[in-house]
């Protein structure tokens, strides 16, 4: 019939209607690249807050540099993002280094590892902002009544002064001793404050407080979001040594890891330099920071009256493996028929336990014989 | 053709002669001169009998041989108003109605469906269609047509208590009591055929209810004969729909209707006041009936609606101030250039019907019918994980952020002022830059879940910014049968069995990745707990909570990709049957009366198919099963007192099971249902005196109805929490009392004024409990604490609606009508926590005040027009219509239509202080035009 072939017309109309309302992706948004002659180093920025004073100073339109280069009209610092708030030991700010310094840049939006990851070069526009020092630590922000900065967290101003560039590898630390970075005339010299640095072979000590923390007592987690008052997570202070010397690595009470145990053993740590009413800290990105170094030989001495089998996750260690500090293992201790298992070496009476490898290590257990019933 | 359903018995200026009772009269074109109407179809039924014929040249007829009792008499005539009325046959009488005046027909068709829904996020509330009530009284129709600009809802009902049937069987949705209409969405020509009660009277299929019943029919024999086409432009829901119709026997016995529609609004329809609310929707719809034998026919319908379209998302009045436009949308942004909207509903839902129905003899007729529904059904959301939320209307992103929160800082408050009126990507959601952060999110995760298979490692771009699709696809078998005997002359018999089995599938779909390649599924707040020792925390601490953190153990770091299903997944199985039994007696000459019952019983439960980490025991599997008793019980009188009074006086009481969707505190994660889960109890009665003679109709009424007992769960993002939250609310009552006027009056030649009256007061009469749930955690936030709101106002409607209009109808087929509307005391929606206790502590009175007042729109008159024409061509064998509309022609701007209170209310930690987020509106458009198109043949 006419009319039900008509009907199907509109069908087909129908369906291909449902194909209306599809989307394009949207272009890959171009990484911003400044023109050089408005980019400044951050050691060139820094300079001209040290020149004038100690008063958070607001940058005008146009600057003059020592070396007598002046730049009018919008000018900009570029560097490589080296911090991240992903996992919440940071929040609301971000550092970026260039070759000459490093710069905190108090960005007031949460969750920015999505929109500057680590590695990427950021243009940030310094005229209109403010650059003070923190306690210690130079950073850039809004001009603020109460703060030594304020934080830049309108959409507008972050479109306008926070710039994405291109993505790049992530930045390299150099690696430093524990007395260069507590010397301030060392850190000074070198402009290390706000850059990415790296300690080796540095052992966890002890805990200090963070604002009104409690110490805790032989381990230690990064930080303690639930503090036994029940008030706000907080920051910590834990103590590295290497020798004689001592660094602070702080963590917040929101990091992601923060009831996380901090190793025993020996490790390298990379993190970001700041410092605080006169001490050096290092603010690390995520667990990843910290590894474990020195490898360490476990020796079995085989007992009598049973056997011990030291296993690695699933596989099983032999005497003489070395394996990396901070390893977990497990011991356990059979006792032969018509024995029983005494202690390990250590008084320890578990049949079974673990524990973390943080030196060489001998493991031996005592099995004597079960008395005959008389 | 539009009914009018007049309720009149017309008096019997009769000549009683003879022993066979016969009913005549002569149809008479009132406006054409008196001419009488050849070729009408009068149809006489007493709900089990029924017989039909045609007036001659002179415009009579005589319908013979009709046993005595109460018989309903329609007159139908093609480009005429349908006429209606009930009529009592006493023994050997003859019954001469005399000169019945039919009046040219306006038609005014395409009911504007889909008027817009409120914007509740979380909330799959659905307001479409209208709470009908009873029959096209004048009132009824009057309101009808012109107060759905504003939202108005008879009686000031919630939708669930108008009762919706399709065929004799109910079809208003199971899981929310919603009014049904979006199934046959389009379909208008071929819907026609609707049986409306009485008000709160029952009908030949079942028990009355509250606001009133009405059942559509389908079957093909009685859809309009002919081809007709349909167009309509509108700056309203739908900017074009076309629709095709056709129906006819196409065999002896054998006859055939068939539909088709289409519906379309463009992105940037520059008719449209809500910008970004673009959809497209094609419906269809096929009949076919047997008539067996005289009497006895079956019939097969099948139809369905898919569609698609962008919701509207109604802002806060800082923002409408800060962009000086009230229909600005927070859900649009653009993408590549072309606006998208997050948030469009989607649905595509086919009711496949058969039903059986036999006059077996002049007093027994049965009836049977079974439909089986299926399809889908969803709106898009977006969805972010460990990103700044993306909604351009954050209160976060506002200058009152800096005023109002926290510390105060106009400067940067003018800084985000700035950016708001200047960056269309700040204004609205940003979709390049989503994709952007997509883009740039490779990562590499390990121990994922892939098809099934645990312990995997997947890299690539990880999306951050996604858009789902939160889906409830229903599946549902609906069975009714129904007697309809007749006693004796003067007692009618109804009665009949129903059941209904439902299952329902809720889900959350991905669909668009944003430039990703997949996503995990994970709960990102639960993430933010700490396990044993968090008692009292408040907020998000980032801390790595595992297990907790999975949204389904069974298959943890599920990798999603486009298609998968992630974030919830649970059935609900409903299942309800009823016996009912309605008896119409007829007492004397003048008056009728009904009683009616209905007994019933409901079960359901839940089964969860998702271990949820926070929930591991109490997610996955079945829930208990609970059950209720439901039962009706109803009667009333018709009274006819002399020629052209009638009253009509009802009482109604019933109890109803609470809805599944108020039942479970938390469906999304668990099996754990609301404390105290009880049926709703409903009373009403209502007295209605209405009169009508030629040229003049009017009626009055009054009503008075109490629920008690009623459940509500509602849920929303709590993004100062940053979790869903969860509001289940136990022991409200309201109360709706009022009085409705409407009146037409012909004037002279042609030219008829007419005017409505609703004037009710809603009120609620308890104070609820209330228990609050966070999904991010296991904790009760709240529990059965009082909220003190007694005596505060029911919202949704304004509760007085007054219209005056004046309408000519011409000889020669065209009409124009002017109606001036004037709406008051209309209410925003309340967020319960605001008049509780423990938030209004350290309050100043006037801070007090502001947050336990609830505010009241802005009354306001709104003016519209319309004006049509009609032509006959070629003797009658073509018919052409136009008609064409403007709404708010004074272009009133200031009427709120709708709003709701925000449910997070914000704590000021400094001094221990609640304080509410600013209400969200929806304003009711400008000047609208509407213009339809109709050719028929």
């Known amino acids: 019939m006419k009319q039900i072939s008509k009907i199907s017309i509109f069908a087909i109309i129908a369906v291909t209607l449902t194909a209306c309302f599809q989307y394009d992706e949207p272009p890959r948004q171009e990484p911003v690249v400044i023109n050089p002659d408005h980019v400044i180093t951050i050691a060139e920025l820094q300079g001209l807050f040290r020149s004038q004073g100690t008063q958070p100073l607001t ?33 609301r700010e971000m550092f970026i280094q260039d070759e000459t310094g490093g710069l905190r840049i108090r960005v007031g939006r949460s969750n920015l590892y999505n929109f500057y990851r680590l590695g990427q070069h950021v243009y940030i526009r310094v005229d209109g902002l403010t650059i003070g020092n923190n306690n210690g630590t130079l950073e850039l922000g809004l001009r603020s009544e109460n703060f030594t900065t304020g934080f830049i967290d309108v ?106 145990l901090v190793p025993r053993c020996a490790v390298n740590i990379v993190g970001v330099l700041t410092v605080f009413g006169g001490n050096s800290q290092i603010f690390i990105r995520d667990l990843n920071d910290v590894t474990p170094v020195g490898i360490y030989t476990i020796t079995i001495a085989a007992p009598t009256g049973g056997t011990i089998r030291v296993m690695d996750g699933n596989d099983e260690v032999q005497s003489g493996d070395k394996r990396m500090g901070c390893t977990i293992l497990t011991l356990i201790a059979t006792p032969n028929e018509g024995y029983r298992f005494v202690q390990w070496w250590d008084g320890n009476t578990e049949l079974e336990r673990t524990g973390i490898l943080i030196s060489n290590i001998t493991v031996s257990a005592t099995f004597v014989e079960i008395p005959e019933t008389p | 053709m539009r009914t009018l359903l007049t309720t009149a018995l017309i008096a019997i200026s009769a000549v009683l002669s003879a022993q066979t009772e016969e009913i005549r009269g002569t149809a008479i074109n009132r406006i054409g001169g008196n001419a009488p109407i050849e070729g009408a179809t009068v149809h006489v039924t007493n709900n089990v009998d029924e017989r039909i014929v045609t007036t001659d040249e ?64 979380g909330d799959d509330f659905q307001g479409g269609g209208l709470a009908l009530l009873g029959g096209q009284d004048v009132f009824t129709s009057i309101s009808n047509a012109r107060f759905s600009q504003m939202r108005f809802r008879a009686r000031g009902y919630d939708f669930n208590l108008n009762r919706t049937f399709l065929n004799g069987l109910l079809m208003n949705d199971i899981n929310t009591g919603g009014s049904p209409f979006s199934l046959w969405g389009g379909l208008n020509d071929v819907t026609r055929n609707q049986d409306r009660s009485r008000g709160m009277q029952p009908t030949s299929f079942g028990v009355g209810g509250v606001a009133g019943t009405s059942n559509l029919s389908t079957n093909a024999s009685r859809i309009r004969r002919g081809f007709q086409i349909n167009y309509t432009a509108s700056g309203g829901a739908w900017a074009h729909r076309l629709g095709v119709a056709w129906a006819n026997p196409i065999r002896p016995n054998w006859y055939l209707a068939v539909m088709g529609s289409v519906r379309y609004t463009p992105a940037d329809n520059p008719l449209a006041w809500d910008l970004g609310t673009y959809g497209q929707g094609a419906s269809y719809f096929v009949a076919l009936e047997h008539r067996i034998s005289p009497g006895q026919s079956l019939s097969f319908t099948f139809l369905g609606a898919p569609n698609m379209r962008g919701a509207f998302a109604p802002p806060t009045q800082e923002v409408i101030d800060l962009v000086q436009n009230p229909f600005y949308n927070a859900n649009i942004g653009w993408q590549a250039g072309q606006i998208r909207n997050a948030r469009v509903r989607n649905s595509h839902e086919p009711v496949a019907m058969l039903e059986y129905s036999n006059r077996i003899n002049h007093r027994l007729r049965i009836q049977a019918a079974t439909s089986f529904r299926f399809g889908r059904s969803g709106f898009t959301s977006l969805d972010w994980f460990n990103a700044p939320d993306p909604r351009p209307d954050h209160h976060r992103n506002l200058p009152s952020w800096f005023t109002d929160f926290g510390t105060f800082n106009p400067i940067q408050g003018e800084n985000a002022r700035e950016g708001w009126l200047t960056d269309r990507n700040i204004r609205y959601i ?95 707040f639960a993430q933010r707990i700490g396990g044993e020792g968090d008692e009292g925390y408040e907020g998000g601490v980032a801390v790595d ?29 409903t299942q309800r049957g009823t016996a009912w039994a309605v008896a119409n007696i007829t007492l004397g000459r003048s008056m009728e009366a009904y009683v009616g019952a209905d007994v019933g019983f409901t079960s359901f439960y839940r089964e969860g ?118 509001f289940a609310l136990s022991g409200i009552s309201q109360r709706h009392a009022g009085v409705e006027f409407g009146a037409e009056v012909h004037v002279w030649n042609g030219i008829s004024l007419r005017g409505a009256l609703a004037y009710g007061d809603y ?25 003190y709101w007694s005596g505060f106002m029911v919202s949704g409607t304004p509760q007085l609606a007054a219209n005056i209009g004046i309408e000519y109808r011409a000889r020669r087929g065209w009409w124009a009508g002017l109606d001036l509307n004037y709406y008051d005391f209309s209410f925003i929606s309340m967020n319960p926590r605001r008049r509780m206790d423990d938030v209004s502590r350290n309050l100043t009175p006037e801070q007090y005040a502001n947050m336990v007042r609830q505010e009241k729109f802005s009354p306001g008159f709104v003016l519209n027009a319309n004006v049509g024409r009609w032509w006959s061509l070629s003797n009658r064998r073509y018919q052409l219509g136009v008609m064409f509309s403007m709404s708010n022609i004074l272009n009133n701007q200031s009427m709120v239509s709708g709003g709701f209170e925000q449910s997070r209310l914000w704590h000021d930690s400094g001094n221990d202080t609640f304080r509410p987020f600013q209400s969200r509106y929806t304003y009711m458009s400008g000047t609208s035009f509407f213009l339809n198109v109709f050719f028929r043949f």
Not at chain 1, 59 to 75: A, E, K, N, T
């Open chain 2, 430 to 524: 940003n979709w390049d830059g989503m994709h952007n952060v997509n883009f740039n999110n490779w990562d590499r995760v390990e121990n994922v879940t892939i098809g099934g298979v645990q312990g995997q490692t997947i890299e690539g771009l990880r999306s951050k910014y996604v858009v789902d699709n939160r889906r409830a696809d229903q599946r549902e078998l609906n069975t009714g049968f129904t007697v309809n005997a007749l006693i004796t002359n003067n007692v009618r018999l109804t009665g009949g069995l129903t059941y209904r089995w439902n299952r329902t599938h809720y889900f959350k779909e991905m669909v668009d990745l944003l430039g990703g390649d997949f996503w995990i599924d994970l709960n990102q």
């Open chain 1, 59 to 91: 940058i005008r339109d146009s600057v003059v540099l020592p070396s007598g280069r002046v730049v009018r009209d919008s000018i900009y610092i570029s560097g490589q993002v080296v911090s991240s708030d992903r996992d919440g030991n940071i929040f």
């Open chain 2, 609 to 726: 198919l998702f271990r949820h980490g926070l929930f591991p025991e109490n997610s996955y599997g079945k829930s208990n099963t609970y059950s209720f008793l439901s039962y009706t019980l109803q009667a009333g009188l018709n009274y006819q007192i002399g020629r052209p009074h009638l009253i009509s006086a009802n009482v109604f009481y019933s109890q109803q099971p609470p809805l599944f969707r108020d039942a479970f505190l938390s469906p999304r994660t668990r099996n754990t249902t609301v404390d105290n889960l009880v049926p709703e109890r409903i009373f009403s009665a209502d007295i209605i005196y209405s009169f009508r003679m030629p040229g003049a109709r009017f009626r009055v009424g009054a009503f008075y109805t109490e629920i008690h007992d009623r459940s509500r769960v509602t849920s929303f993002f709590d993004d100062v929490q940053r979790t869903m939250s969860n």
């Open chain 2, 58 to 121: 002179a415009g009579q007829f005589t319908v013979s041989n009709l046993p005595a009792g109460t018989w309903r008499i329609t007159i139908s005539a093609a480009d005429f108003d349908s006429y209606e009325a009930s009529l009592t046959l006493p023994a050997g009488a003859t019954l001469n109605l005399g000169n019945v005046f039919m009046f040219p027909e306006s038609d005014v068709s395409a009911m504007d469906e889909g008027m817009g829904e409120f914007e509740s996020e």
């Open chain 1, 155 to 260: 959409a507008w101003l972050i479109n306008r002064h926070v710039l994405p560039g291109r993505q790049d590898t992530l930045v390299k630390p150099k690696t430093f001793t524990l007395q260069e970075l507590n010397s301030s005339t060392f850190l000074a010299d070198s402009n290390l404050v706000g850059t990415l640095v790296k300690i080796e072979n540095v052992r966890f000590s002890h805990t200090t407080a963070g604002t009104g923390a409690r110490p805790f007592g032989q381990l230690s987690t990064w930080a303690n979001p639930f503090p036994a008052d029940g008030g706000a997570p907080q920051s910590v202070n834990q103590n590295f040594v290497a020798g004689n010397d001592t660094i602070i690595i702080r963590t917040s009470g929101h990091a992601r890891f923060a009831r996380d």
């Open chain 2, 763 to 787: 009120i609620y009469t308890s104070n609820p409990l209330l228990t609050q749930t966070d999904n991010n955690n296991d904790r009760t936030v709240l529990e059965n604490e009082r909220v």
């Open chain 2, 545 to 573: 909570a595992g297990d907790r953190a999975q949204i389904d153990l069974n298959n943890p770091n599920r990798v999603i990709r486009e298609g998968d299903i992630f974030g919830y997944n649970y059935f609900s199985f």
